[in-house]
């Protein structure tokens, strides 16, 4: 693979334009609140690039990279071996944990009560490999080629198609505030998330890398967490 080791013009972060509270979201004027979109855009103020955001559908994220239609993909990355393969990551800038999510009054409390059932997660995402380690179950994949898989992983469940779904804690918390959902339990795997960049490009990682451990050595991020995740421990000292 041939490396390049120029540093783009650009800081254009794909992501998905769906609502994903605390994480992400739009307020009725289009701007994009949240989490991940405030440390991307003190990514683009370090890096001193003009920055927007790259809508697209989950599951054509790693295309859309190595297209050429954006720089990173910010949004929702746990890194993983078989994401690796599809592009280099860097460092992370936050660690999750994983939580199951049931309709109300199921019964499902624990592992155990998962076995027969349908439990759902994003084809190929680390969630799905942690239904993967479900004994008993049937896991269901959602490929992720709509607007909004998890709106789509919701409804599956709210029609009983069906009976729980595995994503990360951050993204189910404000949905378990909803009557009729819960969350049955949670999985502590400290996931790490990190922003994936094309490969063959070790120049534009490096300095990635180096403008998040900035806004690590200059409280900016701790900052945002705070502001945008109170519940959660502050995953970096």
């Not at 660690?95 to 009054?105: I, S, T």
């Not at 499902?108 to 179950?137: P, Y």
């Not at 094309?198 to 900016?220: D, H, Q, R």
Request: glycine share 10%.
């Amino acid at each position: 693979m041939t490396q390049q080791t120029n540093q783009p013009t650009r800081f254009h972060v794909i992501c998905a334009d769906l609502p994903a509270p605390p994480l992400f979201w739009k307020g009725k004027d289009g701007y994009r609140h949240g989490f991940e979109s405030d440390v991307a855009r003190l990514l683009g103020e370090t890096l001193k690039l003009p920055f927007k955001f790259e809508y697209q559908n989950w599951g054509d994220f790693y295309p859309a990279l190595n297209e050429g239609k954006g720089e990173v993909i910010l949004c929702g990355q746990g890194i993983s071996e078989y994401r690796k393969t599809l592009a280099d990551f860097t460092e992370p800038y936050a660690v999750f944990d994983e939580a199951v999510m049931v309709l109300a009054g199921s019964g499902i409390k624990s592992k155990a009560d998962l076995v027969g059932k349908r439990v759902g997660a994003i084809d190929k995402s680390i969630n799905m490999a942690l239904a993967e380690t479900f004994e008993g179950c049937v896991c269901v994949p959602f490929g992720g080629d709509t607007d909004d898989v998890l709106a789509d992983m919701i409804g599956a469940l709210r029609e009983g198609k069906i009976d729980a779904l595995v994503d990360d804690d951050v993204a189910l918390v404000p949905l378990a505030d909803e009557a009729d959902l819960e969350i049955a339990f949670v999985v502590k795997t400290q996931n790490k998330w990190g922003m994936a960049v094309k490969k063959g490009n070790p120049t534009w990682l490096a300095e990635v890398n180096e403008a998040l451990a900035i806004l690590k050595s200059n409280g900016k991020l701790r900052a945002t967490w705070d502001k945008w995740l109170p519940g959660l421990k502050y995953p970096f000292g």
